[in-house]
């Protein structure tokens, strides 16, 4: 069993489309997390909800839009999508909000944008 | 602001010892990890150190804190074709108990 599975794991679009990807973690975790991997493989925090609440929204344009339908899960809309989106981007859990440090990873979502 | 820093790339012989270095600013930090990210895959975390310890050994992984000089090392003994990845030093001490990451230092094992 994937502990936190996000799909789709790969998703090419064009340039002013909207995708959603999505996350689901089965670990009983309270907390989730989004994460933007560039491509020098450089980690930027970007989203981190705790019990279905936004507790970290980092400096992120508002075309980016996750939503928390169940503390199980952890989805990221994005709005008009430009060439500098095209990243990989990391679901992640911990068991709360104070345990940020032991994390527990997707396997990533590369998104190119054409 | 606080910062992590490590080198990107390390090249080591296989069989060899990999040395695998990190710095830090926030002398505040409670705990510092070491993640591993393995091609095409997301992160893993390997080990981590509270900020009250000098050493931590775990198999062929040894963690070096020296906090006076802000300074974390990971050692892989025995380095493999298998721990070849890029490695993340993070600490725990940003806002809302958020980490702080490295850039990742890629391991390149030769032959």
């Known amino acids: 069993d994937t502990a936190v599975s996000q799909t789709p794991k790969y998703l090419v679009t064009q340039m002013g489309n909207d995708k959603s990807i999505k996350c689901e973690q089965n670990l009983g975790h309270d907390t989730m997390y989004w994460y933007k991997q560039d491509s020098k493989k450089f980690l930027k925090i970007m989203f981190s909800y705790n019990n279905k609440e936004l507790i970290i929204n980092e400096t992120v344009p508002n075309r980016f839009s996750p939503k928390s339908p169940d503390k199980a899960h952890l989805n990221l809309h994005i709005n008009s999508l430009e060439l500098g989106d095209s990243a990989v981007y990391f679901c992640a859990s911990s068991h709360g909000w104070q345990d940020t440090g032991e994390l527990f990873f997707g396997e990533g979502s590369r998104l190119t944008v054409l | 602001g606080e910062d992590v820093e490590q080198s990107l790339f390390l090249s080591v012989r296989e069989g060899d010892s990999s040395v695998i270095n990190c710095t830090y600013t926030?002398?505040?930090?409670?705990?510092l990890y070491w993640y591993k990210q393995e091609p095409g895959a997301g992160l893993q975390l390997l080990t981590y150190?509270?900020?009250n310890m000098d050493m931590k050994q775990d198999q062929r992984l040894t963690v070096l804190l020296n906090k006076k000089d802000k300074h974390l090392s990971l050692r892989i003994a025995d380095t493999q074709t298998g721990d070849s990845a890029i490695y993340f030093c993070a600490e725990s001490g940003g806002s809302n108990y958020q980490l702080i990451w490295g850039a990742g230092t890629k391991l390149i094992i030769k032959p």
């Open positions: 150190i509270f900020s």
């Open positions: 926030d002398s505040s930090s409670t705990y």
